[in-house]
């Protein structure tokens, strides 16, 4: 667990080292070396054909004749500090067939950069989301800026805008949850876990039956009986971190793997191994940019324990950050039952798109990718999580943060994501400053409880049967007739929404709190199509709105 904290804390110490060299940058963007750019080769897997074309139509194609373009990329710089966007956007866009031609991969960085920040000045949010993720692939082509690439693709996300429309029902029809017979997978809920300590259920008053343990690969499990003992004897499902601290060339297909694995099996216990977590994480020890050699190790660990321990489920469970290498770890279905995710919040003013200093980033959206990757195909599980109510960075209490994202985290986990399975809080001390431990927030410890009981798919007891259900609904999609509930959830840039009003067939119905839900009768609509539109409010403004056109069944 120490490499956790560590890494938390490298973290935000890169983040505020990709701003400064950011900073650096602008000051000497003369200086770049001349290059031609190379544009990004995958464009089509980053925009739609309609955000290309706005794209390609800045960087278009330098004119014959010569221009004084540094003259008038410091005019844009100009118009930007004076507060002329409009006047800056056009300059700038001036210069692009430019640099394009002839100024390098970092100066179009930087000007795509600009860009998106005039855009977002003037409030056009689609545009500067477009531009930043444009500054992001030309920053991901220059040598030594991958973190900052990687700063730029978050401005771009937290510029999106979005409204996902979901029914709760008690109509079994509309049960999302798949059960995929995976070793000790729960077929319905969200199983609770903790860190190995027994307070959380004690500090909640809830059972946490799964338990997460740490150990360094080398150990031998047979010295550690009285866990096992312990755990079969409570019923708790062990979730085990095997770490190879030493590295993964210590990690072989010999003796003392498959002795381990035997005596886990032995045990008659519920477990679930979860090999070099965190393995796209460069601060773990067992870190490689050899992803090849990570999966062929993966791949032994595995293959022993499905021979000589079937009953023990494998989980692959990277770090949500960075996320754009995840999918390269990935070993292959036939040795993965869980996909798991470690997902921790930190307080990152630095990625403000707005520039205000917030951190305005969702807590609740971080399992996404994983999930939309792999969701469809295995149970996913939350193997470890926490949000810190201390920030090492600003040095000062954020309890009032930590408690937002707390109740915005529990209130969607069991709304967006029908296969998560189990979700583990890591309640534990923190050598790097980060704040974990409940026992030492009566707020935080608080909004986690009312979290974990705001619905019944958390569950203690892996048989507990469901009695309500979620659907996300698309335009064409199916509802039952009869009493439902519609909810939703709402991105827009501030994530600052006063009110949502859904309009069914032009029938109003006002919400003022997350997940924004109303009841909603549709048994007069058998058999016809229905259209609700959801539109989110700050200061009596429509900031975010989507449409639905739903089909009404019996």
Same mark, same amino acid.
């Given at each position: ?49 309609? =955000? ?27 118009? &930007? ?32 950069? $600009? ?15 477009? %531009?930043?993720? $444009? ?37 079994? $029809? ?6 995929? #017979?995976?070793?000790?997978?729960? &077929? +319905?809920?969200?199983?609770? #876990? ?19 343990? /740490? ?7 047979? *010295? ?14 062990? &979730? ?25 099996? !032995?045990?008659? %216990? ?10 796209? *994480? ?46 390269? +770890? ?5 040795? @993965? ?20 200093? @917030?951190?305005? #980033? ?8 994983? /999930?939309?990757? /792999? ?8 193997? =470890? ?5 201390? !920030? ?40 790097? #400053? %980060? ?12 909004? +986690? ?11 203690? *007891? ?47 119905? @006002? ?8 009841? @909603? ?24 709105? =989507? ?8």
């Amino acid at each position: 667990m120490l490499m956790k904290t560590r890494k938390l804390k490298r973290h935000l110490i890169r983040c505020v080292s990709v701003v400064f060299a950011v900073m650096l940058c602008i000051q000497s963007l003369g200086t770049f070396a001349g290059a031609s750019s190379t544009a990004p080769a995958n464009d089509e897997n980053v925009f739609t054909e309609e =955000e290309l074309s706005f794209i390609k139509a800045i960087e278009g194609t330098a004119p014959a004749s010569k221009m004084n373009y540094w003259e008038k990329w410091n005019k844009a710089l100009s118009l &930007q500090s004076e507060g002329d966007y409009q006047g800056a956007i056009e300059a700038f866009r001036q210069t692009a067939p430019y640099f394009k031609k002839s100024e390098g991969s970092a100066n179009m960085a930087l000007l795509f950069m $600009r860009l998106g920040q005039c855009y977002v000045s003037l409030t056009d949010y689609y545009n500067g989301a477009l %531009c930043y993720r $444009r500054s992001s692939q030309y920053w991901s082509l220059t040598p030594g800026e991958s973190e900052t690439a990687r700063y730029f693709n978050i401005m771009a996300d937290n510029l999106k805008m979005d409204v996902r429309l979901y029914l709760k029902t008690s109509d079994a $029809r509309f049960n999302k949850t798949k059960f995929f #017979g995976a070793p000790n997978e729960n &077929q +319905y809920g969200i199983l609770l #876990g903790t860190t190995y300590n027994d307070d959380t259920s004690a500090l909640t008053g809830i059972k946490h039956t799964l338990e997460l343990q /740490y150990f360094s690969y080398g150990t031998n499990f047979k *010295d550690h009986t009285y866990l096992f003992d312990a755990a079969k004897e409570n019923n708790t499902l062990l &979730q085990i971190a095997l770490q190879p601290s030493a590295g993964l060339k210590s990690v072989e297909r010999n003796d003392y793997l498959i002795e381990q694995a035997k005596y886990l099996e !032995s045990t008659g %216990c519920r477990i679930l191994l979860r090999f070099a977590n965190e393995m796209n *994480d460069q601060t773990c020890a067992w870190y490689t940019e050899d992803y090849n050699e990570y999966i062929e190790k993966f791949r032994i660990v595995a293959s022993v324990f499905k021979t000589y321990a079937p009953s023990v489920g494998i989980v692959w469970a990277p770090n949500f950050y960075p996320a754009d290498t995840v999918d390269l +770890y990935y070993p292959g279905d036939e040795y @993965v039952d869980y996909v798991g995710l470690s997902v921790y919040k930190g307080y990152s003013p630095q990625s403000d798109p707005l520039g205000e200093g @917030v951190d305005r #980033g969702r807590w609740s959206n971080v399992l996404d990718k994983v /999930y939309d990757t /792999y969701g469809d195909r295995k149970p996913i599980i939350v193997s =470890e999580s926490g949000c810190s109510y201390f !920030s090492v960075e600003l040095q000062k209490d954020i309890t009032d943060f930590s408690v937002k994202q707390m109740k915005d985290y529990y209130t969607y986990l069991p709304i967006k994501y029908p296969n998560l399975k189990m979700a583990v809080i890591f309640n534990k001390e923190s050598a790097s #400053g %980060c704040q974990y431990l409940f026992s030492r927030n009566e707020a935080v410890l608080e909004a +986690y409880k009312r979290g974990i009981t705001s619905s019944p798919r958390f569950i203690s *007891d892996q048989s507990t049967q469901p009695t309500e259900y979620y659907s996300e609904l698309e335009s064409g999609y199916t509802v039952p007739a009869g009493q439902v509930e519609l909810c939703s959830y709402i991105l827009e840039p501030l994530n600052e929404i006063d009110y949502v009003i859904y309009k069914v067939n032009d029938v109003p119905y @006002v919400t003022y709190d997350i997940p924004y839900a109303v009841p @909603v009768d549709f048994s007069a609509y058998v058999g016809q199509t229905l259209t609700v539109n959801v539109q989110a409010f700050r200061n009596d403004k429509v900031v975010a709105q =989507e449409s639905f056109d739903l089909q009404v069944i019996a």
